[in-house]
């Protein structure tokens, strides 16, 4: 016999279910909370209703091999990134290319990671290192520093770190 869920759960479940259904057919697969919804063309000049994903809008592939290289540039140059570089371990090669990856079909562009991968199960991969506030805290700060270091719209900017938080928020196993 199966468990019976409480109302709460119930509630909760419909909730993300209505979230996810408002989303663009690109994310709907990857079971995150809340992603970047599609953004409107900067400028359309030929009035026509072609809506930008984030990925088109910040600038295809290699704008963000940009926003990933700066961010782990700014990972291991940075003092204040300490703990968030430490977690990584020796090199951040391989931890670079997967999260290009992994942003490109999260922003609606080509699905290199699931290609490679299959589904992100974003949490299950992260399980092995411990990260709390701080961590989250730090990817945040270091990734919106890169976001303003290579330019991304102020718009799309402010949405990138809305999801961003929920995403690193969702992503802590520690409680500080």
């Not at 942003?103 to 490679?116: A, E, F, I, M």
Request: net charge neutral.
């Amino acid at each position: 016999m199966g468990r019976a869920l409480s109302p709460i759960r119930i509630r909760i479940s419909i909730s993300i279910r209505q979230q996810l259904s408002n989303l663009p057919e690109s994310f709907q697969g990857h079971h995150m909370p809340l992603q970047p919804a599609s953004a409107p063309a900067p400028s359309d000049t030929e009035g026509s209703a072609h809506v930008l994903t984030p990925f088109e809008w910040m600038g295809g592939e290699p704008q963000v091999r940009a926003l990933v290289d700066r961010f782990y540039d700014l990972m291991d140059l940075e003092p204040g990134y300490a703990e968030l570089r430490a977690s990584h371990g020796s090199t951040l090669d391989d931890a670079r290319q997967k999260l290009f990856w992994f942003l490109c079909g999260w922003l609606g562009g080509p699905d290199h990671y699931v290609q490679r991968f299959g589904h992100p199960r974003l949490r299950m991969r992260h399980m092995p290192f411990a990260i709390g506030i701080v961590e989250r805290d730090q990817w945040l700060a270091c990734m919106d520093q890169a976001m303003g270091e290579v330019g991304v719209n102020a718009e799309l900017r402010q949405r990138l770190r809305g999801s961003f938080f929920q995403t690193a928020d969702w992503m802590r196993n520690r409680g500080v």
